[in-house]
């Protein structure tokens, strides 16, 4: 990847979700899919308060929230979401979708390889474990088809390719960014550690999909509960609203 196009996009990432959020945040988290130039985007960030346990925020509840002006903010969501293309087009090996976390001044990507037009689970499903991964969600708060998801989701694909860096973020304007720590662009080039030829991966693997299906998770002894199956299907309604590009 060219190395300095992709580290300016890092930075107008960042700026563009410090200014959709109008509160003083403790971290952010995103996801984004893409697939053909069309895809799938959503970003959560739990609001900085000093005695009280936050909730995380939905992005697209923000407006509505603070009264903001919808057609203008979906705007700046649309430009969040080109720059997130602009990564997947730099990419010399195209990755299907993405997590990027901003926890304690850290801006970290989490790259993923897994062929999602044949994966196991829905979008729906899929956001459902992503919240469950990344923004906590207590399992005892949701429902008996949610939990039978997380208790028995396996992860597809390869492991994904990481890359971190350091922020500064000014303590009294949580909307401005200063300038990056320097982190060597090194560490991203060793993504040829996670070469591997993905079509073949996934032409091996569907028979053990078939099976994880049928029969439970690989390796584990214990089959899936009989509505597992069931729950395989689109029948998971995530509580929160995703927009689709």
């Not at 984004?32 to 000093?50: D, H, L, Q, T």
């Not at 407006?63 to 057609?71: L, N, S, T, V």
Request: aromatic share 14%; hydrophobic share 30%; proline share 5%.
């Amino acid at each position: 990847m060219p190395a300095k196009q992709i580290q300016n996009i890092y930075k107008e990432v960042q700026n563009i979700l410090f200014s959709l959020i109008p509160e003083k945040w403790e971290s952010i988290y995103l996801y984004a899919s893409v697939i053909n130039g069309r895809g799938e985007m959503y970003f959560y960030y739990f609001p900085k308060k000093p005695i009280l346990k936050t909730k995380p925020i939905n992005c697209y509840e923000i407006a509505r929230k603070f009264g903001i002006d919808e057609e203008q903010y979906n705007i700046l969501l649309s430009r969040l979401y080109e720059k997130i293309k602009e990564l997947n087009n730099l990419s010399a090996r195209k990755w299907t979708n993405l997590t990027i976390s901003i926890v304690n001044c850290m801006f970290t990507v989490e790259y993923n390889f897994n062929d999602l037009t044949r994966s196991l689970y829905t979008d729906e499903q899929r956001h459902i474990y992503w919240e469950y991964k990344y923004l906590h969600t207590p399992i005892d708060s949701m429902n008996k088809k949610e939990q039978n998801l997380i208790k028995y989701y396996q992860e597809e694909g390869e492991k994904p390719l990481v890359y971190t860096e350091g922020i500064y973020i000014n303590e009294n304007n949580p909307n401005v960014q200063s300038e990056p720590i320097k982190k060597p662009w090194e560490k991203f080039q060793k993504q040829e550690m996670y070469e591997t030829n993905v079509e073949s991966m996934h032409q091996a693997k569907t028979n053990e999909y078939k099976n994880i299906k049928k029969f439970g998770i690989k390796n584990k002894t214990k089959h899936l509960p009989e509505d597992f199956e069931e729950d395989l299907s689109p029948n998971l309604q995530v509580k929160n609203p995703i927009l689709k590009f």
